[in-house]
Structure formats: C-alpha cells, structure tokens
Nanobody, 119 residues
Framework: QVQLVESGGGSVQSGGSLRLSCAAS????????MGWFRQAPGKEREGVAT???????TYADSVKGRFTISQDNAKNTLYLQMNSLKPEDTAMYYC?????????????WGQGTQVTVSS
C-alpha cells in the first residue's frame, strides 16, 4: 500500500533552516503530484508547496523565496528546504501524494512532522 513517511522536523530559532524529507513507497513515484501542507493549532490547513511530474512547482505566497520543494525520483523522496524560518511557520507539516489539488483530501497523506520556530 502507499506509504509516505516524513522526517526532518524539529525546533529551530527564527532565521534558521530545516529540510524536510518524505520517503514514498507502494506506488510508482511520479505517478502522483506531490505536495507539502501544514496545519498549526487553531488554524486552517494550508498548502505550502506542490510539484508535479514535470517538476512544475507552486508555492504559497507566505513561503515564496524562502522554501524550495524538490524531489529525487531515483530515491522516491520528496523534499522541502525551508530557509529564513519564522515563528509563523510553526506547524505540523504533511507530505501528500494526490491526483488533483481539488481532490487532495482523497490523496495519500503522511503522518506529519512537527516544525517549531522560536523567536
């Protein structure tokens, strides 16, 4: 079955960097679009970045210029490089494999990795 396992979260100070990884298994990597979503306590879920099989990327305005999504098809792994982190980036980050963004709730979700940024 499809399995997505995130890693790389942690606690950093404002201005610091983290790289999240998402190891995918159970399907042919590249057959789904991939993305990172996040949710902070008391806030709505937010799409952070997506990448498709043609490596076209999209970013939330709040992370443009600071975050970079990428993937290594040979390793079946999705990444999110996060630089210049801010306290408002604090959230649980989820890796998702999906067919269409409108149907992301029906995609495959990882268990999440916590990112905490202190001021």
């Amino acid at each position: 079955q499809v399995q997505l396992v995130e890693s790389g979260g942690g606690s950093v100070q404002s201005g610091g960097s983290l790289r999240l990884s998402c190891a995918a298994s159970g399907y042919t990597y590249g057959s789904y679009n991939m993305g990172w979503f996040r949710q902070a306590p008391g806030k709505e879920r937010e799409g952070v970045a997506t990448i498709d099989s043609d490596t076209r990327t999209t970013y939330a305005d709040s992370v443009k210029g600071r975050f970079t999504i990428s993937q290594d098809n040979a390793k079946n792994t999705l990444y999110l490089q996060m630089n210049s982190l801010k306290p408002e980036d604090t959230a649980m980050y989820y890796c998702v494999a999906f067919i269409e963004l409108a149907l992301v709730d029906f995609g495959y979700w990882g268990q999440g990795t916590q990112v905490t940024v202190s001021s």
